[in-house]
């Protein structure tokens, strides 16, 4: 069954979207602050986060950010506050998606079972296994990336983000098909939350960011993963 973390302290809140997880199925448990979260996540190993802003002891973008440094587990950011620089803020620290209170309950089990959908590790078993670009090495069968033999954590759609650019090795995809294939065709226009994903993805994984050598923008077209000669796809 799948699990989901719901973080708020309004007790309103809490109680709608356990009701409502709960009917459609989800093994739904509780905090109602950012520590008490982060023991549930390290504990409790939820496959997806819904995570309120404004909470006493930790706020969710602080909580979101000590998430991201353990785990990639789906978050999705809950606020009252609809401003352009929090949404920016909540995919900055990793989070996958962001809803504004009020919300009906049809749009937050939409989101959920989007951001699940497109956060399930994907697995061709007629491809390799390792996938090796440069000192960037990625793992499919665990979906876990290393860079220079050190790990390193990726939220769910950013590695979703790196799938896209592995499996399409030298092909330049314009920011449309990227935003489809990672967020649904809901959000072909939104190129802010693929600019923020691209831009968080280049600081972990480019040794300079600035002159990327794994993801490469091509102006007025959109992105590509360029051929290199340390490239390899390997079955073990």
Not at 25 to 43: H, K, P, R
Not at 225 to 231: F, N, Y
């Amino acid at each position: 069954m799948t699990r989901i973390l719901v973080v708020d302290d309004e007790p309103l809140y809490l109680r709608l979207l356990q009701i409502n997880l709960s009917t459609e199925g989800y093994d739904v448990i509780t905090a109602t602050n950012g520590e008490d979260a982060l023991e549930l996540v390290s504990t409790k190993t939820p496959d997806l986060i819904i995570l309120d802003v404004l909470m006493p002891k930790l706020d969710g973008f602080t909580t979101c950010e000590r998430i991201r440094q353990f785990s990639s587990v789906p978050v999705i950011m809950l606020t009252a506050r609809g401003a352009e620089q929090d949404r920016v803020a909540g995919l900055n620290v990793g989070a996958d998606d962001y809803i504004v209170k009020p919300f009906s309950a049809t749009e937050l089990l939409a989101r959920v079972r989007a951001v699940l959908r497109r956060t399930q590790a994907l697995k061709d078993p007629n491809q390799g296994r390792f996938f090796t670009h440069g000192n960037l090495r990625i793992d499919f069968a665990r979906a876990e990336v290393w860079k220079d033999n050190k790990p390193v954590f990726l939220s769910a759609t950013e590695y979703r983000l790196l799938i896209q650019f592995a499996h399409h090795i030298g092909q330049v995809m314009t920011a449309e098909q990227l935003l489809v294939a990672i967020w649904g065709q809901q959000y072909k226009d939104d190129k802010e939350i693929l600019w923020v994903s691209i831009a968080r993805l280049r600081q972990k994984l480019e040794d300079s960011p600035h002159s990327p050598i794994h993801i490469v923008t091509r102006a007025g077209l959109g992105y590509l993963m360029p051929p290199l000669e340390k490239e390899t796809l390997t079955k073990g």
